[in-house]
Every structure is written in structure tokens, then in C-alpha cells.
């Protein structure tokens, strides 16, 4: 039975572990909002998670991020937070393998796992702001986003 407990509060690490380090900071009006990448194929290295302000403009360009976090890897889900205002936001994953900061693709395709925020599809090229966008609720919130793997 103790052994049962003890593998049960394994599973739940990466969420203890992201509510320790969240980032940005809480009071003034900010809610907690928990991220998680499901999916993750491998505990190799980090996983970046970035939000994005509620400005279509913003997203995924460079320098348009809000905040970014990266956190080590866990294999299945790895998990981060983020203190934010109640409102909208889109964000960006993926896992950086290798450790070197940088989203790694090949001419036509990712080298790396990716996701978006609602899972926005990617079939053809990047999703659009509104297909990633969410909205923040004042009690906070979980957004899980499944990470995509092109190999």
C-alpha cells in the first residue's frame, strides 16, 4: 500500500514541481496558469514554453513573446507555470532535445517536438494567433497541449 502511495505522488511530480517555479509574479491581479506538455517522447533535455500577449502581431515573431520558461523534461508530461492576468494569451512549446535553445528543423520539417495552446493545428505551415488564443480565467487555469513529433 505504501509503495502504491509512493508511485502515485511520482506521477504528480511535474506538477509539484511547476508550482514551485512559476514564473512571472503573483499578487496585483495575476492567476496561476499551469502548462503541460503531454506527449513529451523523452526526459532528453529541456522543453520551452512561451506565452504570447493577446496581439496577433506578437505571436511567434521575434521579440513578441510575453514570457518564456523552460524547465527540464520529463518523458510523458512536463510541466510549467506561469503568473498571469486574467486574459488572452496563445502559447508556444516545443522540446529541446539538445539542449541548445534553439528550435531545430530540417528545410522542411521540425527536428524537434512542438505544440501550440487548443492544440491549433499545424497540417500546412504555423497555426494563426486565433487558433492557438485561449482565454485566462480569473481563477486560473491548466492548459494541456499535446507536443508533435515530425521524424
Known sequence: MIRMLLLAGLALAPTAVA???????????????????????SADGEVAFT?????KRRFLAKGGKLLRVRVPARGGTTAACFWLRPGGY?????????????????????????????????????????????????????????????R
Not at 505551415?125 to 494541456?144: C, D, E, I, K, M
Open 19 to 41: 508550482a514551485e517555479n512559476c514564473t512571472g509574479t503573483p499578487g496585483g491581479g495575476a492567476v496561476r496558469l499551469l502548462v503541460q506538455a503531454t506527449g513529451v517522447h
Open 51 to 55: 506565452v504570447y500577449p493577446d496581439d
Open 90 to 150: 496563445a502559447i508556444a512549446q516545443y522540446h529541446d532535445e539538445n539542449g541548445d535553445h534553439d528550435f531545430n528543423r530540417t528545410l522542411w520539417a521540425p527536428k524537434e517536438g512542438f505544440g501550440f495552446s487548443n492544440d491549433a493545428p499545424t497540417s500546412i505551415g504555423l497555426p494563426s494567433f486565433a487558433a492557438a488564443r485561449f482565454v485566462l480565467p480569473a481563477g486560473g487555469a491548466t492548459v494541456r497541449m499535446q507536443m508533435r513529433y515530425r
